[in-house]
């Protein structure tokens, strides 16, 4: 049997992890799956293993959609978080850290959070990083030297900030009604944003 027409696993756990394009969510997940042994799954990674994968369909579409700073489908993205998800679960040892994903990057769209809460998991919490368009355009400047990155130049960054406020952001408010979001100022230094990061897992490990 292939593994995506395994069925999804009822005892894995997600964090969703969101925040603008810049704020540091990758730098903030490394630490936690060090320390706590989280698989950390980010979307953008994922389209574009996607994007370069030799003879897939979907290649074009999503480097089209990525310099546009645009939010691809979520049938693709979906697919590609839930083939990873069974993946870990299902070939990785089953130890408890294969079962705890950081979902990262994701949802940044309305159909996105609705489709793979009611198809994979509810999410236990959302960690939101919250910092000034400012900070995050000069972190996005700096990493751009060396990220490789297409979408890292002034034009893409100036779409991908226009595409959180209008797109994501009412997925953070969503959850914020459900009472589920922690939001973590990220305007400070990589080590203390960490510290908040500890305090908010403190309540969901
Ligand atoms: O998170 P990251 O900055 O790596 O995402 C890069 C791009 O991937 C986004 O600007 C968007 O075009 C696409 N993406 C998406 N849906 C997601 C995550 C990323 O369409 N949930
Ligand atoms: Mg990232």
Redesign the pocket.
């Known amino acids: 049997m292939s593994i995506d027409s395994k069925p999804v696993p009822k005892d894995i756990s997600v964090i969703f992890v969101l925040g603008g ?1 810049g704020v540091g ?2 730098t903030q997940c490394a630490r936690m799956v060090k320390d706590y042994g989280f698989v950390h799954l ?4 994922l ?2 293993a996607e994007q370069n994968r030799k003879g897939s369909e979907f290649g074009e579409l ?1 480097k089209k ?2 310099a ?5 489908p979520q049938e693709i ?1 979906i697919q590609l978080l839930k083939n990873a998800i069974l993946e870990h679960y299902y070939t990785k040892e089953t130890s408890k850290q294969s079962k705890k994903f950081l979902v ?6 309305m159909d ?1 959070a609705i489709t793979f809460e009611k198809e994979i998991t509810p999410s236990k919490v959302v960690l939101f990083f919250d910092c000034s368009e400012d900070i995050m355009l000069t972190r996005l400047m700096e990493r751009a030297k060396t990220s490789g ?1 297409e ?1 890292d130049n002034i034009e ?1 960054i100036k779409k ?1 900030f226009k ?1 959180f406020v209008e797109t994501s952001m009412p997925v953070v408010e969503y959850f914020e009604k459900m009472d589920k979001v922690v939001k973590i100022d990220c305007a400070k230094s990589v080590d203390e944003v960490y510290e908040e990061v500890k305090a908010a897992l403190k309540n969901y490990e």
Do not use: C, H, M
């Open positions: 394009p969510k990758g980010s979307a953008g990674d389209l574009r999503i959609y990525i546009e700073g645009l939010i691809v993205t990262d990057g994701f949802p940044r769209k996105q990155r979408d893409s991908r595409t």
